[in-house]
Each structure stands twice: as C-alpha cells, then as structure tokens.
C-alpha cells in the first residue's frame, strides 16, 4: 500500500527507537513524506538507524534534524523533551507541526509549549502502541495498525495542522481521538501506568522472596506471572518519566485500586464466594470487550508471541 501523495514535505525524528524506527518504516512504505531525517543522542543509535535506512539523512544534533522539517515527532522520554524543545526551537520553521508520542501529555504540554514559536503548531499526541523491545532494531511497519494514537491539541495550534495530523496517523494505520490532556493522562494511568506499576511490584516481590530462589521462579513461571515479567520489561527510562509525571493521576488510581484490593482481601478471608465469582465474572466481562473491539485476540496464545516477532 502507497499513499497517492506523501502528507508532508519532510519529516524528522528526534528519537530513533522502537516507535521512531516504526514510523520511518511505515512512512517509507507507503510514501507519506518525501524526506525523513533522524536524529539520536547515540552515535551507535545513529550508526543502526543508517544502516536499516528507515531515515534519508541522520544528524549530530537534534537542531539539524529538524531544521526546515514539516513534522517534528519527538520520539524520546518525556524527561528530556524540555532540553530537546530548547534545542530545535530557533529553527523551527512557521508552518510547522511539532508532536510527541509520550505517553502522559499534560507533563509534555509543560515542558515543549514555552519553546513553541509563534506560528508554529503544536500537537501533543500517544499512539497506544508498542512492545516491551525498544531500540531501533525493534522497529516494525505494522506497530500501528489498527491501534489508536490520542491527541491533544493545544489551544494554537490551527485547525488544519490538527487534520493533517489526524490524517498522518490514520495512513499509518492507527484510529484517532482528540481529548484534553488532563483526561488523557486519567485514562491512562488506569489503562496503562497503573498496570505497569503493578507488574513492576510483582515481579520484585517475587524475586525477594526467601522462601522461594531465583531458579524457581524463573522455572515456575506460569502465564499470570509470565505475563507480567513480559510488561515488567519495558524500557526503565520511559517508565520512570512516566510515573513521575503523571503522579498525580497514578497516585488517584493506585489509592482506588489499595482500596479494592483490601476488599479483594476481605473477601478471601471470610471465605465469601459470592463476591469473588462476581467479581471475576465482571473482569471476564471487560476481557471479552477487549478483544470485542479489536485491542487483543483470544486465542490460547500462552506464548504472548508479539506482533514483529510473527514472520
């Protein structure tokens, strides 16, 4: 599949990980800018990126990169975007569109939108899309296929950079919703921050356990736990950032989730079946939507064989 006419002119990525290698992939495959330059704080990233040629021109510095771009996507943790967005500023060209793919937005907001020039557009936004990989190896066209990407517009930006935004992710694959920022990070840190804070506990809880050795766990591992050491996996950067900057919203959940999990407890102990066959049945209920509306497969797949890994 090629696009009739690329959406941009040209195109830089400043990050050139799992989710920047992704893009550059599926741009190039279905023509969708006529140039993609990258940049990457390490040579060695830089070197990769070159050499699987998902970039037209890769440079030293971030400002290089982006110079004269049509689309900025910041691919890089949410803790170095203030630094970045300080760098690329005065070469920002008017006209201009500068997005995100972090994964909190209001921390984001604060971070790039006073580096943000006059008459250039910004457009924070999260493809819900990835793996537990990262680096620019990882990097696969399809990561955004039928997956949703969230934007959050800010109040400049026009109209007509936001639909050409709109339109850039839906070539890649992805449906797209417009919300607020401040939402977006609610939705999420029960979605997914919350989730990965869990299985982060899980997993060294487990692994601190006297009466259990590290080779027993390990060989014991059932799907549950499985599961979780696969999400526990992600990249330690990111998640890092992440939890930092949307504390806020993570500690509501986190305070919500304490607060069922002692009636989980209670109910345990007091032997009341009734209350925990109704509530597994709720969750079935939730999983069975889930893959309902097309965001997993129920398959038996116990493996968890990811989507890059199936060629």
């Avoid at 066959?277 to 398959?299: C, H, M, P, Y």
Wanted: with cysteine; glycine share 8%; proline share 5%.
């Amino acid at each position: 599949m090629t696009s009739q006419k690329p959406i941009y002119e040209s195109i830089c990525l400043i990050g050139l990980g799992l989710i920047g290698s992704s893009i550059g992939l599926d741009v190039h495959k279905k023509n969708l800018a006529n140039h993609i330059s990258g940049y990457a704080r390490s040579e060695k990233t830089r070197q990769i990126a070159k050499k699987i040629g998902f970039v037209d021109s890769v440079h030293e510095s971030a400002a290089d990169a982006a110079r004269d771009a049509d689309l900025i996507i910041i691919c890089a943790p949410v803790g170095a975007m203030d630094s970045i967005a300080a760098e690329i500023a005065p070469v920002l060209k008017p006209g201009a569109t500068v997005t995100d793919v972090g994964s909190v937005k209001q921390a984001v907001i604060e971070a790039i939108g006073p580096h943000i020039p006059q008459g250039v557009n910004f457009v924070p936004a999260h493809p819900i899309a990835g793996s537990e990989k990262s680096g620019p190896e990882s990097g696969f066209a399809e990561l955004f296929q039928d997956r949703w990407c969230i934007l959050t517009p800010v109040d400049t930006a026009t109209p007509e950079s936001i639909e050409k935004l709109i339109q850039f992710w839906n070539a890649l694959g992805s449906s797209v919703e417009v919300m607020t920022a401040k939402h977006h990070d609610s939705v999420l840190a029960i979605t997914s921050h919350l989730p990965h804070l869990i299985a982060y506990s899980i997993v060294s809880t487990a692994s601190d356990l006297e009466d259990v050795t590290q080779s027993e766990v390990i060989k014991f591992s059932a799907g549950g736990f499985r599961d979780f050491t696969r999400i526990a996996a992600s990249d330690p950067t990111m998640w890092r950032d992440v939890f930092l900057t949307n504390k806020d919203a993570v500690l509501e959940m986190l305070g919500r989730f304490s607060e069922d999990l002692s009636a989980l407890q209670r109910q345990i102990r007091w032997n009341d079946g009734d209350a925990l066959f109704d509530l597994f049945t709720r969750s079935k209920e939730t999983r069975s939507n889930i893959v309902e509306a097309g965001q997993d497969t129920d398959a038996p797949d116990f493996g968890r064989i990811q989507i890059g890994d199936k060629e």
